[in-house]
């Protein structure tokens, strides 16, 4: 099965949900609760956003998180990347030379085409359009069919 990690998924509610309101600096308090996520959660994600400037923190009375760029301007990519680190679908794409059948591996080539797609087609979704509500009906993106057309 093919999916992000919570933590991954947690941090782009938190940043859906700071997109709404973008310039506005907002406490890892306030982001749990509005949210619904655990505030140890939530801080802990923070500090990964906040380590590769997704976000920027101030402290004082005043204090909280920030993005650091609009919204339109990160991507669901930036997210994963944030929190889960460098991915791929296999090892050998994370982690080149981690797997003795590399060198042999005659789907190398065609794991690592597929992984920069996938990466390709989530740089294309920025956080502003996560914001929308809605699915689109047409239940595609880019021609990836996300769930089965209507009746």
Same mark, same amino acid.
């Given at each position: *099965?093919?999916?992000?990690? *919570?933590?991954?998924?947690? @941090?782009?509610? %938190? ?10 600096? *907002?406490?890892?308090?306030? &982001? ?6 655990? #505030? ?5 994600? &923070?500090?990964?956003? !906040?380590?590769? #400037?997704?976000?920027?923190? =101030?402290? +004082?009375?005043? @204090? ?5 760029? $609009?919204?339109?301007? %990160?991507?669901? #990519?930036?997210? %994963?990347? !944030?929190?889960?680190?460098?991915? @791929?679908?296999? $090892? ?8 003795? $059948?590399? =060198?042999?591996?005659? !789907?190398? +080539? ?19 359009? *996560?914001?929308? =509500?809605?699915?689109?009906? =047409? @239940?595609?993106?880019?021609? %990836? ?7």
């Amino acid at each position: *099965m093919l999916r992000m990690s *919570m933590l991954a998924d947690y @941090g782009t509610v %938190i940043l859906v949900r700071m997109a709404r309101e973008p310039a506005r600096v *907002m406490s890892a308090a306030h &982001l749990a609760a509005e949210t619904r996520l655990a #505030a140890p959660t939530v801080s802990k994600v &923070l500090k990964l956003l !906040a380590s590769r #400037a997704l976000v920027v923190a =101030s402290r +004082g009375k005043n @204090g909280g998180y920030l993005l650091t760029r $609009q919204p339109d301007e %990160i991507s669901v #990519a930036d997210i %994963i990347e !944030a929190v889960d680190g460098p991915w @791929g679908l296999t $090892q050998c794409v994370i982690e080149p030379g981690a797997c003795p $059948q590399e =060198s042999s591996c005659a !789907a190398l +080539g065609p794991w690592h085409r597929v992984s920069r797609a996938l990466r390709g087609a989530l740089a294309k979704i920025t956080l502003d359009e *996560m914001t929308d =509500s809605p699915p689109p009906r =047409s @239940g595609r993106v880019e021609g %990836i069919r996300l769930w089965p057309e209507e009746g």
